[in-house]
């Protein structure tokens, strides 16, 4: 992996990073690099493959994206989280570690409230009733 100086620079190679092309604040378009066909073709074949498995990381990076952005552009974000985490196996020669799909509720703890708030408001527009108790610590 010494050949790419960053995971950055891979991710540029093979065409998956996300274009940023912006001008007076607006945004114009995201589209991703020409790279290696192959790799490419692989690395979304790969995301697809991954976004269907269940409980995992990258099944819940998908979803948030999918969400906002769409199909496509949420594929092309897993690919290039995948090549990003390859890099980084490769260079450091340590195992993968599956994150889970709890992974971004933990990391975003600090707005559980936020979180718990828009997830009854969604359930009341579906025209449910909520109420939120805790549940009893299990002993």
Not at 2 to 5: A, E, K, L, T
Not at 30 to 34: E, L
């Given at each position: 992996m010494?050949?790419?100086?960053t995971h950055r620079h891979l991710a540029s190679w093979a065409g998956v990073c996300p274009g940023n092309n912006e001008?007076?604040?607006?945004r114009k378009s995201?589209?991703?690099?020409?790279g290696s066909k192959w790799l490419h073709a692989a690395l979304i074949q790969?995301?697809?493959a991954a976004t269907r498995t269940r409980g995992t990381y990258l099944t819940a990076h998908y979803a948030r994206i999918k969400g906002r952005r769409g199909h496509a552009k949420a594929t092309?974000?897993?690919a290039h989280s995948i090549l990003v985490s390859a890099y980084y196996i490769l260079e450091r020669g340590v195992p993968y570690d599956e994150l889970g799909e709890l992974y971004f509720q933990r990391r975003d703890q600090e707005n559980i409230e936020r979180y718990r708030r828009r997830l009854v408001r969604q359930l009341e527009r579906l025209g449910h009733k909520v109420t939120i108790e805790?549940?009893?610590d299990a002993a």
């Open positions: 010494s050949v790419f100086p001008s007076a604040g607006k995201g589209k991703t690099r020409k790969s995301a697809k092309v974000a897993v805790p549940l009893p």
